[in-house]
Structure formats: structure tokens, C-alpha cells
């Protein structure tokens, strides 16, 4: 059994409410695309600044068929300010239009997908193989470059059969 064997499969999100989509979205579903998540809260400076505007990038650049762009709306400070209601708002106002979910309430403050996913904050970014395996988890501004490294390697890697978490060890210099 080689490394990519060994990588876990990415868990299942908890979303309690979906936007930008007519039906709930689960990963099993998106089995055969890469899954790019965008975890984020609303009044989160670099969510706002870096993150989502990458993630709607994404969204514009890469084919529909292979990589399917989520946000995750993941709040873990001021819930009473970052209702649904608001997140609508907010969706409309900055023109986002990939679907977004919205991170199920945990126990702790701390909503369930980001405890399952042991996200540090937000922004996050979390990218998942056509196999459904996690392969990658960036915490704060993630370098765009690097990103799209990550999503091109792995969609036209057909199966996901490369290991892409540290692409620049292995490039080779002008």
C-alpha cells in the first residue's frame, strides 16, 4: 500500500441550511469531482479580503464537471450577529455564487464541521480528491498560486493517484 492509500477520507459536512443550490450537497454525491471548501464567517477580515474572493475564482476558473467550489459559513464568535438571514444578505451583496452551507451548531460554540475537520479558524480552506480523500487544509490566507496547483494536479491526475501536499518540494526551477 503506497502513502495516497493511507490518507483519510474526508468526513461528511453537518450543514444545517444550504444557499446557492435548490438541494442539501453531501460529499458522497461529489465522488468523482475534487471538492475545494471555503470555511468562513461573515465578519472574519481575512474571509472577507482573501478567502472568498478565491474561493469564487475557483468557482469562475475550473470546469463544473471536475471541481465543485463549497462554502462552508462556520461561526464560532458573534452568533447572534451571523444569522442565515444576515449570511443571505451577505451572499447577495458580494455576488458569491457557489453553494454555501452553513456549519451546524455544536455543543461547544464550536460548530460540528469545523470540530470534525479540527479547523484552527477561519479563513480555511480544505481541498478534497475525486476519491473523497482529504488532501489538503490551509489555515488563513492561502497563497492562490499554491491553490490552484493543488486543484489542477489533482483534476488532471484523473483518480487522484499523485501526492500533492507539498507541490513545491517536488517542482522542478526555471
Avoid at 500500500?1 to 493511507?6: C, E, F, G, K, W
Avoid at 455544536?106 to 460540528?112: D, E, F, L, S, T
Wanted: aromatic share 6%; charged share 15%.
Amino acid at each position: 500500500m503506497n502513502s495516497i492509500d493511507q490518507l483519510p477520507m474526508a468526513p461528511e459536512l453537518s450543514v444545517s441550511q444550504w444557499f446557492n443550490t435548490d438541494a442539501p450537497i453531501t460529499l458522497a454525491e461529489l465522488r468523482g469531482k475534487v471538492v475545494v471548501i471555503e470555511a468562513f464567517q461573515m465578519l472574519c477580515p481575512g474571509c472577507v479580503s482573501h478567502g472568498l474572493p478565491q474561493a469564487q475564482q475557483i468557482h469562475a476558473t475550473f470546469p463544473k464537471e471536475d471541481v465543485a467550489m463549497l462554502g462552508l459559513h462556520t461561526v464560532f464568535e458573534h452568533h447572534d450577529a451571523m444569522t442565515p438571514v444576515s449570511l443571505k444578505a451577505f451572499i447577495h451583496e458580494y455576488g458569491l455564487s457557489f453553494p454555501i452551507g452553513v456549519d451546524e451548531a455544536g455543543g461547544n460554540a464550536i460548530p460540528k464541521t469545523m470540530q470534525t475537520y479540527a479547523l484552527r479558524g477561519t479563513p480555511s480552506l480544505i481541498i478534497i480528491d475525486r476519491l473523497g480523500r482529504l488532501r489538503a487544509s490551509h489555515f488563513g490566507p492561502a497563497s492562490d498560486m499554491k491553490v490552484a496547483y493543488q486543484i489542477a494536479a489533482l483534476v488532471h491526475s484523473g483518480a487522484a493517484s499523485k501526492e500533492v501536499q507539498n507541490p513545491v518540494a517536488s517542482a522542478t526551477p526555471c
